[in-house]
């Protein structure tokens, strides 16, 4: 069965300042797609990031990048430079691709940014 | 522009009322998603439309019930609900052809008195 484990239910970093979230996942196929997803206060669900798995470079968006090491399952999201608006609950979340739609959930990381 | 509209943002409703959440996009997307999500836990998957069709149903209670009356709309009727249903219901979309990457609204805050 497909799983993925977010190992730090709660963090904190100071105002500009690099944090990294941890996630790893598990699943037996080869072609699969990883989330990060953010949600803040307000609910709204963002996509942060996407991963393919076939793709060796790891994705960056602006101050978010991941550290993608698929032989070992892992897929954490550094944020650079954080801001008081990334305060939000970070979902990990892998996929495969097909017909698959079902996004497999870790159970989040509650991050604080402090000023 | 990667917007999913869902109305109300806010539903109280006893026990015994009929009421409806709708959902809208206009991305072109051909796969359309229900979540039910309680506090601080990850989404939970209700339904799933693919072209219009249900295609997947997580065995939800039939006081749920969703309708894609076409390819931009997603409905979901709710009726007899109980007081554990209250939580934020979350839409999502994603095209059907390439990557399945999902784009979530903004979520209805469900009360159920």
């Known amino acids: 069965a497909q799983t993925v484990t977010q190992s730090q239910p709660e963090m904190s970093v100071q105002e500009a300042e690099t944090v990294t979230l941890s996630c790893t996942y598990d699943t037996s196929e080869s072609n699969y797609y990883l989330f990060w997803y953010k949600q803040p206060p307000s609910r709204q669900m963002i996509l942060v990031i996407r991963?393919?798995?076939?793709k060796q470079q790891n994705a960056t968006e602006n101050r978010f990048s991941v550290n993608f090491q698929k032989a070992a399952k892992s897929f954490s999201l550094k944020i650079s430079d954080s801001q008081l608006g990334d305060t939000a609950m970070y979902f990990c979340a892998s996929v495969n691709a097909g017909n698959n739609r079902k996004l497999i959930w870790g159970l989040g990381t509650s991050l604080g940014v402090n000023p | 522009d990667t917007e999913v509209t869902q109305t109300p943002k806010h539903l109280v409703m006893g026990m015994t009322n009929k009421k409806s959440l709708k959902c809208e996009q206009h991305m072109g997307h051909r796969a359309m998603y229900w979540y039910k999500q309680k506090a601080k836990k990850p989404p939970e998957l209700m339904f799933v439309y693919s072209y219009e069709k249900l295609s997947i149903n997580e065995s939800v209670p039939s006081r749920f019930s969703p309708e894609c009356p076409n390819s931009s709309l997603l409905n979901l009727h709710l009726h007899a609900l109980q007081p554990e249903d209250s939580a934020l219901y979350l839409c999502?979309?994603?095209?059907?052809?390439?990557?399945?990457?999902?784009?979530f609204g903004p979520g209805t805050r469900l009360t159920v008195l």
């Open positions: 999502a979309s994603s095209r059907s052809d390439s990557g399945p990457t999902q784009y």
């Open positions: 991963q393919e798995a076939y």
